[in-house]
């Protein structure tokens, strides 16, 4: 059973939390553990709203425990600020080195995933919120005035990379990277596909285009197409609901980022892919999809899931977005007004990321 961290823990913190399933969000007062020797302490500065902050908040994964103080995503959180104290093994940042954490903070560090790389895939992983840490007590988010994790779990935040734009990409930017990365689709030339213009899809398109592929936006909304070719730089639309652009379209892409959380048909992306195409799965729909299996067989084609990356891949990432000034697109909010940008979120009325200004307007709610 998961302990209290008020008694665990010595370092009072502050932050906001829903305590039921009502999803509402409250000025909350906690507390985090004392800096251990590789640990890394940070003054969370920015944290982005991700879709899964929803889902979590709401119980709709039948999984979250209260208090919940989001702030990660599935794989994925978008926390940054700037380091305040380092332990005494800490040889990867220093105080006031500008810091991001991401979804994880923890895993076993000895299995097949860990020894290659890929802590996001550990059995034992630990998430950065509602999750049980090591000691017994419940992880809390980004939502809050600092953070601590194992220096394992920081991501350096080269100079030239803003905080608050640059925080989405913790979550929506390696979600969408390391597939491209590991499905061999970030390669010059390819014709990359990328469905729903949202959080993941419009860093999915920058990606993309930054590997040197061409890139088509799918989407169910034709009124985001000037959006897409214009803003996003990508090479073409297809109205997924308009049958001559689709029949038009059948077997010309090499691989599909379909980042649409919601119940949708995967049939008909499945037919826009070549002979050995692969389409991507980064959504999380609630609800199984339907998946014919013999348009798979005829064209030899894939239909795969991918998370996030592991820690090394996700500073990769991170690297690679700050050389090609790639970051997301978002509207800044203070921490006061964030129920209603879950409304929002549910409305899809966001371009394209909320990001919280934790460190000018956090204190201004404290009781």
């Not at 923890?106 to 790389?117: E, I, P, Q, Y």
């Amino acid at each position: 059973m998961a302990k209290s961290p008020v008694d665990q823990h010595p370092v009072k913190a502050f932050g906001w939390a829903a305590t039921d399933s009502s999803g509402h969000l409250s000025p909350f007062k906690f507390s985090r553990r004392e800096t251990g020797d590789e640990d890394v302490r940070f003054k969370v500065l920015y944290c982005g709203i991700c879709h899964s902050d929803l889902h979590s908040i709401k119980n709709e994964w039948g999984n979250s425990t209260y208090p919940l103080l989001p702030g990660y995503h599935d794989c994925r959180h978008e926390i940054v600020g700037e380091v305040t104290e380092v332990g005494s093994k800490v040889k990867k940042v220093k105080v006031g080195d500008k810091v991001g954490v991401g979804c994880l903070v923890g895993a076993c560090h000895s299995c097949d995933s860990c020894v290659n790389n890929l802590e996001n895939y550990c059995s034992k992983l630990i998430l950065t919120y509602n999750s049980i840490d090591t000691d017994g007590t419940i992880t809390y988010g980004g939502y809050s005035d600092h953070m601590v994790a194992n220096q394992r779990y920081i991501v350096v935040f080269p100079d030239n990379m803003p905080l608050d734009a640059g925080a989405p990409l913790l979550c929506a930017g390696i979600t969408v990277y390391s597939p491209l990365k590991y499905f061999g689709l970030a390669e010059p030339g390819k014709h990359i596909g990328v469905v729903g213009l949202g959080g993941l899809g419009h860093v999915a398109v920058k990606f993309a285009k930054a590997f040197g592929a061409k890139v088509t936006v799918i989407s169910t909304s034709p009124n985001k197409m000037k959006e897409a070719l214009e803003h996003l730089g990508a090479d073409s639309f297809l109205a997924s609901r308009d049958p001559q652009q689709m029949q038009a379209a059948t077997g010309t892409l090499d691989g599909i980022i379909d980042t649409v959380s919601a119940v949708h048909p995967i049939l008909p992306l499945v037919s826009l892919l070549k002979s050995n195409g692969k389409l991507i799965m980064v959504g999380a729909p609630e609800k199984p999809l339907e998946l014919p299996v013999f348009p798979l067989i005829m064209g030899r084609k894939t239909v795969a899931g991918s998370g996030i990356g592991g820690m090394k891949e996700t500073q990769e990432m991170i690297d690679f977005a700050a050389k090609h000034n790639i970051t997301a697109d978002i509207e800044v909010i203070s921490m006061d007004y964030v129920n209603t940008a879950m409304e929002r979120l549910v409305k899809a009325d966001v371009r394209y990321r909320f990001v919280i200004d934790i460190g000018k307007t956090l204190v201004a709610t404290k009781p």
